[in-house]
């Protein structure tokens, strides 16, 4: 087993070609992911995607973003609880496959592999990784 780097003096079409072509060759594959490839997915903690999931609790708290909120000092337990039921609904259940997730499963299908993520909203098992 080796490990692969991607060329640095390469564009970056050039190392997209080079990365893809390191991928088809590969008999094993680690996928590192994080909270990019969610974001990349439209799965953002802010803008419209809060304010329409999380009205009552912006107007009640003045929260301004669903990470930020997760450390606000809610009065009781059944407050912080509700905050983080809906945060857990919204971002784990209510959610459509993410496309960039689709599409690195469709780019590694075959190969054997292996993901390790901190994410934490489940689209990998999702997708069907």
């Known amino acids: 087993m080796r490990a692969c780097n991607i060329k640095q003096n390469l564009?970056?079409?050039?190392?997209i070609e080079h990365l893809k072509q390191l991928i088809e060759s590969a008999e094993h594959i680690v996928i590192g992911a994080g909270s990019g490839l969610?974001?990349?997915?439209?799965?953002?903690?802010s803008g419209k995607r809060f304010e329409e999931n999380f009205e009552s609790f912006i107007q009640q708290y003045g929260l301004k973003d669903m990470y930020?909120?997760?450390f606000y000092p809610f009065p009781t337990q059944e407050e912080k609880?509700?905050?983080?039921?809906?945060?857990?609904?919204?971002?784990?259940?209510?959610v459509e496959k993410g496309k960039p997730y689709l599409d690195?499963?469709?780019l590694i299908s075959g190969k054997d592999y292996f993901v390790l993520t901190t994410n934490v909203?489940?689209?990998?098992?999702?997708?069907g990784f």
């Open 81 to 94: 609880w509700a905050y983080w039921s809906r945060h857990i609904y919204v971002n784990r259940y209510d």
């Open 104 to 106: 690195l499963l469709e």
């Open 121 to 127: 909203d489940h689209q990998f098992q999702l997708c």
């Open 38 to 45: 969610s974001t990349a997915a439209g799965f953002t903690y």
């Open 11 to 15: 564009t970056f079409d050039e190392k």
């Open 68 to 70: 930020s909120a997760g």
